[in-house]
T-cell receptor, first 111, second 114 residues
Framework: KQEVTQIPAALSVPEGENLVLNCSFTDSAIYNLQWFRQDPGKGLTSLLLIQSSQREQTSGRLNASLDKSSGRSTLYIAASQPGDSATYLCAVGYNFNKFYFGSGTKLNVKP | EPEVTQTPSHQVTQMGQEVILRCVPISNHLYFYWYRQILGQKVEFLVSFYNNEISEKSEIFDDQFSVERPDGSNFTLKIRSTKLEDSAMYFC????????????FGDGTRLSIL
C-alpha cells in the first residue's frame, strides 16, 4: 500500500515569497501524481497532473516536479499571494482509478 | 465551467439508518469516484465506477456501501446501517478519461451520524 507524506504540515509566509511544498511516496511504481488545492468547506481543485513519464508540469506561478526513483514530488509556488492560502494535497495514482492522498500542507500567505 | 454537484451539502442521520448521497457528475464524463475525508484525516479513496460497474474499490468499501447510477445523470453512494465512524466528508469526482485529464471534485457532503 502506498504511503504518501507531505511536509511541512503547515507553512506561514509573507506575501511575495517563493515557497516549496514537499510530497514523498513509498512505492515508485506510480501511474501519475496530482497536486490539489482544498479551500475550507470546499472540494478539491486539481492544480497540476504529472504523468509517470514526465519530470515536471507548469501552470502560471505553479511548478510541480516528479522524481519517481526517489519517490518525491515538489510543488513550487512563485511570488505567493494571500489568495494562495489553502491546504495543498498531493495524490499519487497507483493505478488508473485509485489515488492515495497525503495529509496536506496548510499554507497561510500573510498580506 | 461544468461542475460536479453533490446533494445534500450536510446530512444528519441517526446511527443505524440508511443514507444516500447524491452526485451529478460532469455530463460528458465516463468515470466516477467516491472519496471520504474523516475530520482531521487524509482523503481516502472508496470506489471507482465505469460502464455501470465498479472498477476498483478500497478495503473501506465493504458490504455496508453500494454505488449506483440510477439514470443518465446521477451517481449515488448508499451507506446502510450507518455507524458513528461513518461521519465524514464524502466527495464525488468524475473524469472524462481514466485517471487523466485530472478528476473534477464536487464540494462534498458532510455526513454526521448521531
Amino acid at each position: 500500500k502506498q504511503e504518501v507524506t507531505q511536509i511541512p504540515a503547515a507553512l506561514s509566509v509573507p506575501e511575495g515569497e517563493n515557497l516549496v511544498l514537499n510530497c514523498s511516496f513509498t512505492d515508485s511504481a506510480i501511474y501519475n501524481l496530482q497536486w490539489f488545492r482544498q479551500d475550507p468547506g470546499k472540494g478539491l481543485t486539481s492544480l497540476l497532473l504529472i504523468q509517470s513519464s514526465q519530470r515536471e508540469q507548469t501552470s502560471g506561478r505553479l511548478n510541480a516536479s516528479l522524481d519517481k526513483s526517489s519517490g518525491r514530488s515538489t510543488l513550487y509556488i512563485a511570488a505567493s499571494q494571500p489568495g494562495d492560502s489553502a491546504t495543498y494535497l498531493c495524490a499519487v495514482g497507483y493505478n488508473f482509478n485509485k489515488f492515495y492522498f497525503g495529509s496536506g500542507t496548510k499554507l497561510n500567505v500573510k498580506p | 465551467e461544468p461542475e460536479v454537484t453533490q446533494t445534500p451539502s450536510h446530512q444528519v442521520t441517526q446511527m443505524g439508518q440508511e443514507v444516500i448521497l447524491r452526485c451529478v457528475p460532469i455530463s460528458n464524463h465516463l468515470y466516477f469516484y467516491w472519496y471520504r475525508q474523516i475530520l482531521g484525516q487524509k482523503v481516502e479513496f472508496l470506489v471507482s465506477f465505469y460502464n455501470n460497474e465498479i472498477s476498483e474499490k478500497s478495503e473501506i468499501f465493504d458490504d455496508q456501501f453500494s454505488v449506483e447510477r440510477p439514470d443518465g445523470s446521477n451517481f449515488t453512494l448508499k451507506i446502510r446501517s450507518t455507524k458513528l465512524e461513518d461521519s465524514a466528508m464524502y466527495f464525488c469526482a468524475s473524469s472524462r478519461e481514466q485517471g487523466a485529464p485530472p478528476q473534477h471534485f464536487g464540494d462534498g457532503t458532510r455526513l454526521s451520524i448521531l
